[in-house]
């Protein structure tokens, strides 16, 4: 069985930020999303992988190498634009060969992995190259979770458990079952995907790919996710999951903490970072080589290696490498601050700040 990861998508709904940076890198209690999504397949026993890249290619292969530091192998499959999910899988199939697959997109986040559902697919649908096992009419696994809009997802429909009808982003949705942005596939899926038609957006739906396997009788079993999942797309999911997983760190200090600090929760300290004078409320984490001095920094907030934090307050935010908050009066909060950011106080009147800044910026606050 292989990993499909798709990391090729533009990242629209993250600008600025993502127009210098892939949106799959950029992190979640300080590690890159992508990082989870190979975790979590290689924890599920898969590790050949592939990853679907774009536009941001070279900052990807450069994060991610050959994929020897998750002890799995890494193949890169270039996509010339982004023309739908199921056009990753066509380009893939050179890749994939006859072999069936896990399709995990690089922006999604799923709190208790993938082991388990691939070990249910494994054992009631895969159909591995050559075995003959599995169904001879199976044809994927799709996984799904309740969800209040689902006018923003790919809708499932069920019938006595079975999946009927799959519709992307309805106007009118008839039930509140999100297409998870994992899938599980056997080779008939690649019939499927040379045969549909590019939707309005002009690309290759994977909601109308699956729809084929299900006209044509292949079995497409649905899994609920029960636990947390979220797609890191927006500004408030991605701020969302950093809150959900800095809350199952455990408190470590591998820095500096001096007498006059006070350091409360689940706090990380990661080496180098140095906290002077300041107040850290957990969950929170503190990247290398950073400093927080005479500062507040409030609960689910991530601040990334070499940034320098001074006379401020932040929470419920995460600060990108290299980056200086500095004098500033009021709270910065619920924000995400690129890369080589600058923000510091040029007058003396209070408000609060929230921010959702790109790399190198430079931010007089008045």
Not at 116 to 128: C, Q, S, T, W
Request: net charge negative; charged share 25%.
């Amino acid at each position: 069985m292989k990993g499909l990861i798709l990391s090729g998508g533009k990242g629209t709904r993250l600008r600025p930020i993502t127009h210098t940076s892939a949106k799959q890198l950029v992190p979640v209690a300080n590690k890159p999303i992508l990082f989870y999504g190979i975790e979590a397949i290689r924890d599920a026993g898969i590790t050949d992988i592939g990853i679907v890249v774009g536009d941001t290619k070279h900052e990807i292969m450069a994060a991610v190498g050959d994929g020897s530091k998750w002890g799995v192998q890494i193949t890169y499959i270039e996509q010339e634009a982004p023309l739908g999910l199921a056009h990753a899988v066509l380009i893939s199939e050179d890749f994939i060969k006859d072999d069936c697959f896990v399709m995990y997109l690089g922006d999604n986040l799923i709190k208790d992995g993938i082991s388990n559902l691939v070990d249910e697919f494994r054992k009631h649908g895969a159909i591995p190259a050559g075995s003959g096992g599995g169904s001879a009419t199976s044809g994927a696994q799709i996984l799904l979770a309740e969800v209040p809009n689902p006018q923003q997802f790919g809708v499932a429909e069920l019938e006595n458990g079975r999946v009927i009808r799959l519709v992307e982003k309805p106007q009118h949705p008839k039930s509140n079952l999100a297409l998870v942005g994992v899938y599980m596939f056997n080779p008939p899926i690649f019939e499927a995907v040379k045969q549909i038609k590019p939707s309005w957006r002009n690309e290759l739906e994977i909601t109308d790919a699956i729809q084929y396997l299900v006209d044509r009788g292949y079995e497409v079993r649905p899994c609920l996710v029960k636990g947390w999942w979220k797609d890191t797309g927006k500004l408030e999911d991605l701020l969302e999951a950093n809150r959900i997983v800095l809350d199952t760190f455990e408190s470590r200090n591998e820095g500096y903490i001096d007498r006059g600090s006070e350091v409360y929760g689940k706090v990380v300290i990661s080496k180098g970072a140095e906290v002077i004078n300041s107040t850290i409320r957990g969950p929170a984490i503190i990247g290398k080589n950073s400093q927080i001095i005479n500062s507040y920094i409030g609960p689910f907030t991530s601040i990334h290696y070499n940034v320098v934090v001074q006379n401020s307050e932040i929470e419920h935010s995460i600060i990108l490498e290299n980056s200086t908050i500095a004098d500033i009066d009021a709270r910065i909060e619920d924000s995400l601050i690129g890369k080589n950011v600058e923000v510091r106080r040029s007058s003396s009147k209070p408000r609060a700040y929230r921010f959702m800044l790109g790399d190198n910026s430079v931010v007089g606050v008045l």
